[in-house]
């Protein structure tokens, strides 16, 4: 795998271009930076100026602390209760939305003399995680101020943001959240930053921007809805790259890895390439994804094994030692990730964050000087 951080500092840059001045970006850099390396993507972002980063778990919060990042970093998952200890102790902010969250940090905060720093979350829409009403986040406010915890943001989650360009669902998210805020207000309450906006809802445009945003997939180069075109040049920052270990020329009728399910209509070259379904290629791939062989479109044949993968390369010149192009950066062509996720009715999140720790990572500072 071939990882260009200057691709993610520069969708960091084009971002930021989008927001109006004074507004704060907390970077994404959840699921090993969706597949990217959370620590060498962490970094590239703060030194490009992102204020803040978020992660799923207490875990990857503490892996980042232990690996010297001091940036503020917010928890987006519901926290275990037994981890309030390590979240004040890495100075982590957590998502609170329930009482029991409140007692635990608080528990926490005084056993080590620390004031936590909490993120309320709302539930407007998602039916995921937060509160889900008015009365219920005045309720938590209070709890956290009456218990010693500093309210450092309010926030909630679009669901919508990038399914459709009907922005209706998501408008009504977005006031059902506003009014939310401006009760806690009005109680006398600050609520600190006021976020909402994942990628889909940055794009979207400044009235979802408020006081912060969080992009997760914009920033690795993807466009959380494809269908809607590049409407902004984002680059994809990763490609994974496998060389030809063997070809057989096999002759019509020949079946082809597990289950054989897949027989060779014709006399056939089949290559096989060192990388599975353990390194986070999905089993099903062989329903239609293509790798690249030079500029030769090869389909996966067969079912993905776990640490190997078969294509037909009858008719091009492919020879062992060759490198395929497995998830290509250069969306739209046929072996890019983005069309790989097409043809497997999913999304490029998916593949990205399941690319395993295996598989070997190379940082380059243009794709194509990474000498393969
Ligand atoms: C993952 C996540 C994001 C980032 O979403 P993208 O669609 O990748 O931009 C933002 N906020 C929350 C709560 C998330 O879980």
Redesign the pocket.
Known sequence: MVVDYESIRHNARLLREKLAPGVRMMA?V?AYAYGHGTVETARALLDEGIEEL?V?TVEEGCFLRASGIHAPILV?GAFPLEAADALVEHDLMATVFAASHVAALARAGRAQGIYPKVHLKVDTGMTRLGVRSEEELLDIAQMCIAQGLIIAGVYT?FAFA?EALDASFTDCQLATFQRTVSRLRASGIEPGVVHAA???GILRGPSYHLDMV?????LYGYH?APQWGQAVALRPALSVFARIVRIAEVPAGTSVGYGCAHICTRASRIATLPIGYADGIPRAAGRGAQVRVGEFAAPIVGRVCMDQLMIDVTGSAARVGDVAQVYGADTGRAGSLQATADVLETIS?ELLCRLSPRVPRVVAQRQDEAGI
């Open positions: 994404c959840k978020c799923a987006l989650h990038d994942n990628s889909a969080r992009p997760g997939i914009a959380p999140y």
